[in-house]
């Protein structure tokens, strides 16, 4: 009997690598056809987009794959990872510090100060009077700490707006906002669960979704520190520029060589070392998520998010283990978001959308087989692939369909000019057609 098992256990193994080879493969050569029929550059750009967008799948994964955990918020943990690529690499206004540094240190010292004070009073105080005083001291601490940040951010903002305007960063290497990122997604991620976990689903979906929103209007708004909807451009680069590309000689006549532009070549190598920096980041964390998922940290996991009343039983810590996974997946969330602006070369806060940053990265855990790590890059490559891809593909199809009506044809000009709505509709059709015919996705978890 349990020869019989073995075997049956080989083949679904078998199976599922095989399955998992074909797709994989049929993705390259999807790359391989946007290479040879629109650009190479194009192909490029397309795989590191796909690249991060894996990385993010894989931490949502984490969360909901691994311990069914509700995150609705994805973009404003991707948004955090954004802002440390700002405050880690731009190098510093030093007028702006000039003129509100030490007022901002001030509001630093009584923001401090205020909460301390409110501690004491609610852990030391043990009398009627207690909430009175509490009441009191945050609204005073809230008025003195105003005085302090209002004028500073006042000053900061007035100084040269239309080119900075707000305090800058560390002038630090931009892939160390990498980690960083990772470590501001993973604090607000704490705070949310220590609030939310432990409580019903919705209540974490509204949290996330309410925090999200939260951090995208404070980075809009608050134009001392991101400058708002102005944007922070120039972003240092992890990887050479085109400009110093195409002034080398070696590449000149490498391209002569090859008989490319110089202009093309640049474009390839800068893209070529994106991709290359982007694949080590998610081969590390898929090695790192496939021995947590087989180890027995990730069946205990697993055994919390398909009952966690008999888990619980068993003495398990089920908040605390929620806890946990939240963090973890919201931290790999903060990474992708810092890379996604590092490869952007600036930090646009509108750009932030639930669309975006939520429903298709929900899209892709969904397609490619909610909790398995690789069946959430597959899912990673294949949405944001057609993403991209959609709009041409369908702008080819319409003029197909319509080939046959009159070149100035209101239904025709109408049509085409429609074909960027494909995107929406493509999305749509995949999701649809992965429910009905893999449920699971299309690597489902074994």
Request: proline content about 4%; glycine content about 10%.
């Amino acid at each position: 009997m349990s020869d019989t098992r073995s075997i049956v256990s080989n083949e679904n193994k078998n199976s599922r690598f095989t399955r998992g080879l074909f797709m994989f493969s049929l993705l390259a050569l999807m790359f391989c056809a946007v290479a040879y029929f629109q650009s190479l550059s194009l192909a490029l750009t397309i795989l590191n987009l796909c690249l991060i967008s894996a990385i993010m799948s894989l931490g949502l994964n984490i969360q909901w794959g691994y311990a069914g955990l509700l995150n609705v918020g994805v973009m404003g943990f991707a948004a955090l990872g954004g802002v440390a690529a700002v405050l880690i690499s731009m190098p510093p206004v030093e007028e702006a510090w000039a003129v509100g540094g030490s007022g901002l240190g001030q509001t630093v010292i009584a923001l401090i100060i205020t909460i301390v004070l409110a501690l004491l009073a609610y852990y030391k105080l043990k009398s009627p009077f207690r909430a009175p005083l509490l009441f009191a001291i945050i609204i005073v601490g809230y008025f003195i700490i105003r005085s302090f940040f209002d004028p500073a951010t006042g000053a900061i903002e007035k100084v040269n707006p239309a080119s900075s305007g707000y305090l800058g960063g560390l002038g630090l290497p931009i892939t160390l906002s990498w980690i960083i990122g990772g470590l501001f997604a993973a604090g607000a991620a704490w705070l949310v669960g220590k609030i939310s976990l432990g409580l019903r689903s919705d209540y974490l979906a509204i949290a996330t979704l309410g925090i999200s929103e939260i951090i995208i209007a404070v980075l809009k708004n608050e134009d001392w520190l991101t400058r708002g909807v102005k944007n922070v451009t120039a972003l240092p680069r992890p990887v050479p520029y085109e400009v110093d590309i195409q002034q080398s000689a070696d590449y000149i006549a490498l391209a002569n060589d090859w008989g490319i532009s110089i202009i093309e070549l640049s474009s390839v190598i800068v893209k070529l070392s994106y991709a290359g920096l982007f694949a080590i980041i998610l081969l590390c964390l898929i090695w790192l998520t496939e021995k947590a998922l087989h180890s027995p940290w990730g069946r205990m996991m697993r055994a919390i998010r398909d009952n966690e009343t008999a888990a619980e039983a068993m003495g398990k810590n089920v908040k605390g283990r929620h806890l946990q996974v939240f963090v973890l997946g919201s931290a790999i969330i903060g990474i992708a978001g810092a890379m996604l602006v590092t490869l952007d070369g600036q930090f646009t806060p509108s750009s932030y959308t639930p669309l975006r940053f939520t429903f298709l990265i929900w899209v892709m855990v969904i397609v490619g087989g909610s909790g398995n790590n690789w069946g959430s890059i597959l899912g990673g490559f294949i949405i944001w692939f057609f993403w991209i891809e959609a709009e041409p593909m369908g702008l080819w199809l319409l003029d197909f369909l319509t080939s046959g009506l009159a070149e100035n044809s209101p239904l025709r000009l109408h049509l085409l000019e429609s074909a960027a709505h494909m995107r929406l509709m493509t999305m749509g059709l995949i999701l649809l057609l992965v429910l009905r015919f893999s449920p699971r996705g299309l690597l489902p978890e074994k």
